[in-house]
């Protein structure tokens, strides 16, 4: 399964926001900027994050954006669902496949993908941040760079 480009976004901001935690409101150009994500598409995202409450905005010019507490709480499956459309791996119900209902590998298909979105729940945001202090001073630095 490979996630959208929405989702993979979303979470990118999800994990920067948790590491920039305390430290200041990011801004929509310095995300951009950061992650190299589009503006336009940033937006969008952002707001679909701010409305679905795992991130706080505030407008003006001292505006920004930061991880709202309980976004920590939310499994990884949760989050993810949030932005993709669907967690079908293949749509078998189709004119142009001439197997459709003969085969098993829609079902097989749809015991992995189960089996991927029961993974996904076993984890939160917060398992998506380093560990480790060395690691995330590398990302810090790579970070300032930008």
């Known amino acids: 399964m ?6 993979d ?3 990118r901001i999800l994990i920067y926001l948790a590491m920039m935690e305390g430290n ?3 801004t929509v150009e310095e995300l951009s900027r950061k992650l190299n994500i589009a503006r336009n598409h940033l937006t969008k995202i952002v707001s679909k994050l701010s409305k ?16 709202h507490p309980r976004a920590y709480e939310h ?16 749509e078998c119900n189709t004119s142009d496949c001439k197997m459709t209902g003969l085969c098993e590998f829609k079902n097989i298909l749809d015991k992995a993908s189960n089996q991927f979105i029961k ?9 998506l ?3 480790d202090k060395n690691v995330s001073e ?9």
């Open 129 to 131: 941040l380093p560990k």
């Open 2 to 7: 490979q996630l959208n480009k929405q989702t």
């Open 138 to 146: 590398i990302l810090f630095e790579r970070f300032a760079k930008l």
């Open 24 to 26: 200041h409101l990011v």
């Open 9 to 11: 976004y979303a979470l």
């Open 119 to 127: 993974t996904l729940r076993q984890y939160t945001l917060s398992d």
């Open 52 to 67: 679905l409450r795992y991130i706080y905005t505030f407008r003006g010019t001292r505006g920004g954006m930061k991880i």
């Open 75 to 90: 499994d990884i499956a949760r989050i993810i669902a949030e932005f993709e459309p669907t967690f079908t791996v293949v």
